[in-house]
């Protein structure tokens, strides 16, 4: 058991698509292993990117850039007969977590849903991230003796579902998801934000986590000039982080930076996410998935205008060329030196960037995605 959980976490996963085979001419292996003529996926650099593809309500696009020295950024489609369902998984500490979710999040999500004959309610979406939670706890319970680091590693966790006529967005910690909506027949597209932040650099996290810890005077603190949840983090909520939600795991053993002076009472972190239920509109163009990386350096607006006023193919890509534009701008270097930048040092200019763009065909939507591509694609690095 324990031989084969390490060997789930060490894993480093390839760019792949499973199905879509019609749309792409070629199939790709469960392992990661590309059976045509690689013209799908590409890779520029520390960027990797997929600028078109069908999914089951129109088209996406997807981009990837790593920042770190392990990608700990991860990211996914899956679109069939129950509608779509989106990923975008921001680890922090390492990539074990995001690449747990990545594997079982959606595993999840299906055997829950099925329970209840395929309808998908904000509790299936709720329950789908506690079971999650619960199994990379389970494994954190396994190797804990001999990997003590593993109860410090957590992830951001945004999800989109597509059922029917509605989108379900849930979220823990800082992703966003950002709505192009067509402002009547101006030409215009609105940026309409759709996910709830949990950052405590926000003051209605701060106040949220002072209510729920109210004998804690400590429960956030300023530390150079950042809010951060008992000094140490910033996101409020998550996946993982195991450390400051069970007090068998704060102990000597993890590394003295993250190591609470007092015993973990109740979970300081939650792994129940934010759920917004709307009802998709004619109007409503396409959605931008994305880690905070992208959002460090794009506005919402800046975001959508992006979208809005150039082609499909490659959106993603443009989009995260325009934050690395920003980043560069920053620090008053020039985009083409800061692409040069080896990853681990790129960290101290940007983050790891996910991105994927999803463009809302009404029409289809409206007829159910019974007769749509069956997609799954999962977006990372060799590293």
């Given at each position: ?10 894993v480093c996963w390839k760019p792949f698509i499973k199905g879509d ?179 405590a650099n926000l003051e209605e996290v701060r106040h949220e986590l ?80 994305a880690s905070d990386g992208l959002w460090e350096h794009l506005s ?84």
């Amino acid at each position: 058991m324990l031989e084969g959980l390490m060997n789930l976490l060490s894993v480093c996963w390839k760019p792949f698509i499973k199905g879509d085979s019609s749309e792409t001419g070629a199939a790709v292996g469960v392992n990661g292993n590309y059976n045509g003529d690689g013209d799908d996926f590409e890779k520029d650099g520390l960027l990797w990117f997929r600028d078109i593809g069908k999914y089951g309500s129109g088209e996406y696009s997807m981009a990837v850039v790593q920042a770190n020295q392990v990608l700990e950024d991860q990211s996914q489609i899956e679109s069939g007969s129950f509608g779509t369902f989106v990923g975008v998984y921001d680890g922090h500490g390492g990539p074990d977590v995001a690449r747990y979710v990545c594997d079982n999040l959606f595993r999840n999500f299906q055997a829950i849903s099925a329970e209840d004959y395929g309808v998908v309610t904000p509790e299936t979406i709720r329950n789908t991230f506690l079971e999650t939670e619960n199994g990379f706890t389970a494994v954190v319970s396994e190797l804990f003796n001999v990997r003590p680091s593993i109860a410090t590693v957590g992830s951001c966790c945004l999800v989109g579902v597509i059922y029917q006529q509605t989108l379900f967005i849930a979220n823990l910690g800082d992703s966003r998801v950002v709505l192009g909506k067509k402002v009547g027949n101006t030409g215009g597209m609105a940026a309409i934000q759709l996910s709830s932040e949990h950052n405590a650099n926000l003051e209605e996290v701060r106040h949220e986590l002072k209510s729920l810890h109210p004998h804690d005077p400590q429960i956030v603190a300023l530390k150079h000039g950042v809010w951060r949840v008992k000094g140490i983090i910033q996101v409020s909520r998550s996946i993982g982080d195991v450390y400051m939600k069970h007090s068998e795991y704060n102990t000597d053993q993890i590394a003295p930076k993250f190591r609470l002076p007092e015993e973990v009472v109740m979970p300081i972190l939650s792994a129940t996410p934010s759920i917004l239920t709307h009802a998709i509109q004619p109007s409503d163009s396409f959605l931008i998935f994305a880690s905070d990386g992208l959002w460090e350096h794009l506005s919402n607006e800046e975001a959508v205008e992006i979208v809005h006023n150039n082609p499909r193919a490659g959106i993603a890509k443009r989009l995260v060329k325009a934050a690395l534009h920003e980043a560069a701008k920053k620090r008053e270097m020039r985009y083409s030196d800061l692409r040069k930048i080896d990853k681990r040092v790129r960290r101290h200019f940007h983050d790891d960037i996910t991105v994927i763009v999803l463009f809302l065909n009404y029409d289809q939507i409206s007829r159910g995605s019974a007769n749509g591509p069956n997609v799954s694609v999962r977006s990372a690095l060799e590293h």
